[in-house]
């Protein structure tokens, strides 16, 4: 089984690998068997999301794996997050203790804020996940004014009846964060992020890892991950993986333009999460940690950014820029 590298987590010392794998559009008919030979590959870290719409299938690949002897519930590490209708602080408690029933857990390793934007609640008894809109005929977004401290407060609680481990953010820019660490009692322990060659970056990550706060890098592969979306700007640009920069530093260590990439993100400690169906992929991705790239080849990968966002909350209805 591949070594595969951990950071520790701030404030509470616990490790979280760095290569994990996500459960973003995992279909539900597939996704206990998916997420099982995830963990049975190697997989440590397991990210979900109460917006997946998948997370009783999670479940249920985790306590097989469990039932298995494959895994202690404790050699596992649990994301999940919580969205956007749910930020007043009592629907955040609720929601999160309704994330851990389907998980069938009895504490998350991390629970992450999942945009810094409330919506109008949806009550689940009428539709779960709600997804982003409303009201769905019409097809609109409605927002509410719940403050992210009142959102932080209600982790927190979390933390403090041992519901949870450890919080934190996604998908918030350097001025968020800032304006969250004024309020917090207890500091974000992770950043998730899109980030890709073709969104470094930078300046971000830079002042995060200065705060002692972990990131997460998702969609690491760029356009990959929105192409079966249908989105326009995804089909219209090149693949992280056929670039010519990425296949040549893949032949020059005998690897994958996918283990490339993925090392290229570990190797400046921002963990990945990718997801394959395809069980050699898997043990490929898992096992990207097992070369280094040169200063060189790291400087030619951060060099392709383009600023090219792909999951942006200005393409929603009702936009609302936060980038």
Known sequence: MPNVPTITLKPTGQEMPLI????????NATCADTIYNAIKAGYRLIDGAEDYGNEKECGEGVRRAIADGIIKREEIFITSKLWNTFHQKDHAVELAKRSLADWGLEYFDLFLIHFPIAQKYVDPAERYPPGLLTDVEK?????????????WAALESLVDAGLVKNIGISNFNAGLVRDLLTVARIRPSVLQIEHHPYLTQPALIDYIQAQGIAITGYSTFGPQSFLEMGQERAHNTPLVLQHETVNAIATAHGKSPAQVILRWATQRNIAVIPKSNNVDRLKQNLDSASFDLTEEELKQVS??????????????PGKIPIF
Do not use: Q
């Not at 994990?20 to 279909?27: D, E, I």
């Open 20 to 27: 994990g794998f996500g459960a973003w559009k995992v279909p």
């Open 139 to 151: 097809g609109i977004i409605e927002f509410e004014d719940v403050s992210i401290a009142e959102t």
């Open 303 to 316: 060099a392709l950014n383009i600023n090219l966002r792909f999951n942006d909350p200005n393409d929603w």
